[in-house]
Each structure stands twice: as C-alpha cells, then as structure tokens.
C-alpha cells in the first residue's frame, strides 16, 4: 500500500533499526526529529498526478512512502516524486 509520509512509531522504529544496522548511526543521533526532517518533512508539495499517467496511479507528486507486510512485520519505503509506471 501507499500512505502519504507521515510520523508513527511503528515507521520511526523501522528507520532507527535501519540506520543502525546499515549505516551504523548510534542510537542517540536517531530522534523523532531527524525522522521527520528527513523523511516527512518536504519542499515537494503534494499535487494531483497529471492525466497523462497510468491510470492507477492515484497519488500524484509528494512524499510516499510504500508499505509492504513481508512475514506479517510490517516494513516501510520512502519514495519522493515517484514516477513509477507499474502500481
């Protein structure tokens, strides 16, 4: 599914495992606040997909993020301005 960026805890705590394990933050550099200016925090503004766009895809421009369920542990993906043809 597609959500538009928003805070959760659920989100927050998937980034924070991420950047530890990928990127080897320590746990005190990673706040709420690094989450939203990064994540959901956005000079893109959200407007409607222009017609010419496969039909559907409903979202339009802005901050996404896609959320998928892989073994029922929810897990999240940013996409900014996606312009993916295939959802």
């Not at 959500?3 to 550099?29: C, G, M, V, W």
């Given at each position: 599914?597609?959500?538009?960026?928003?805070?959760?805890?659920?989100?927050?705590?998937?980034?924070?495992?991420?950047?530890i394990?990928?990127?080897?933050?320590?746990?005190?550099?990673?706040?709420?606040?690094?989450?939203k200016?990064?994540?959901v925090?956005?000079?893109?503004?959200?407007?409607?997909?222009?017609?010419?766009?496969?039909p559907?895809?409903?979202?339009?421009?802005?901050?996404?993020?896609?959320?998928?369920?892989?073994?029922?542990?929810?897990?999240?993906?940013?996409?900014?301005?996606?312009?993916?043809?295939?959802?």
């Amino acid at each position: 599914r597609v959500e538009k960026a928003h805070f959760s805890t659920e989100i927050f705590r998937l980034y924070a495992k991420y950047q530890i394990n990928i990127h080897h933050d320590p746990p005190s550099r990673i706040t709420h606040q690094e989450f939203k200016a990064f994540l959901v925090d956005t000079p893109i503004l959200p407007s409607p997909s222009p017609p010419t766009w496969h039909p559907t895809w409903r979202y339009g421009y802005g901050s996404l993020f896609r959320m998928y369920d892989l073994h029922e542990h929810p897990t999240a993906e940013k996409d900014d301005d996606d312009d993916d043809d295939d959802d």
